[in-house]
């Protein structure tokens, strides 16, 4: 039936394989120090420096503080790496 398979999607454990999280990759135009930024710390940024949605917060530079600029994002799925450990049913 198709309410069961509607179902079975969000019945998924929050930890499931498929979890995927999207990283952010900010350059310093200074130093040309690439930092790595996880979804959820770019939105709390957001949320402190109170910008609309869809706008990439300010990030300092952790080696000489200049605002670091926005380059790229990538996804990882970070509960992917289950060996032994088969929660998935
Ligand atoms: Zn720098």
Same mark, same amino acid.
């Given at each position: 039936?198709?309410?069961?398979?509607?179902?079975?999607?969000? @019945?998924?454990?929050?930890?499931?394989?498929?979890?995927? $999280?999207?990283?952010?990759?900010y350059?310093?135009?200074?130093?040309?120090?690439?930092?790595?930024?996880?979804?959820?710390?770019?939105? $709390?940024?957001?949320?402190?420096?109170?910008?609309?949605?869809? @706008?990439?917060?300010?990030v300092?530079?952790?080696?000489?503080? *200049?605002?670091m600029?926005? @380059?790229?994002?990538?996804?990882?799925?970070?509960?992917?790496? *289950?060996?032994?450990?088969? $929660?998935?049913?």
């Amino acid at each position: 039936m198709k309410d069961e398979k509607e179902r079975d999607n969000w @019945e998924l454990p929050f930890h499931s394989p498929d979890h995927q $999280e999207e990283w952010y990759v900010y350059r310093c135009p200074k130093c040309g120090m690439d930092d790595h930024v996880p979804d959820f710390v770019v939105d $709390e940024f957001a949320m402190v420096q109170k910008l609309k949605e869809g @706008e990439m917060p300010g990030v300092a530079c952790p080696e000489c503080l *200049t605002k670091m600029v926005f @380059e790229s994002s990538y996804i990882k799925y970070p509960y992917r790496k *289950t060996e032994g450990d088969s $929660e998935l049913q």
